[in-house]
């Protein structure tokens, strides 16, 4: 199930439901999120003992001069206890 939450900060939603899920996908956008203010909210969601599952950099414009674009990406994997529901 995946929940979906206004921004932290103007409400505090978001942090109410940290403790009941498995982890948490932080969408930021960008040229607009400010580093320090993603930063706190990593700090907030670490605080509260949140697994931050990833990031999400919304908003990113394509080059367009032809140049290569590089990534670097960082999986995980979360294995259900054998007491869990599947």
Do not use: H, K, W
């Not at 403790?19 to 706190?40: E, K, M, N, Y």
């Not at 907030?44 to 990406?73: K, P």
């Amino acid at each position: 199930m995946v929940f979906d939450t206004p921004p932290v900060g103007p409400v505090t939603d978001a942090l109410v439901i940290c403790p009941q899920v498995d982890g948490v996908v932080l969408v930021t956008r960008c040229r607009s999120t400010v580093r320090a203010r993603a930063a706190a909210v990593l700090s907030q969601l670490r605080a509260l003992g949140t697994r931050v599952a990833g990031v999400v950099l919304n908003d990113v414009q394509a080059s367009r001069d032809g140049g290569q674009t590089y990534y670097y990406g960082q999986t995980y994997s979360y294995r259900a206890d054998n007491n869990e529901a599947a």
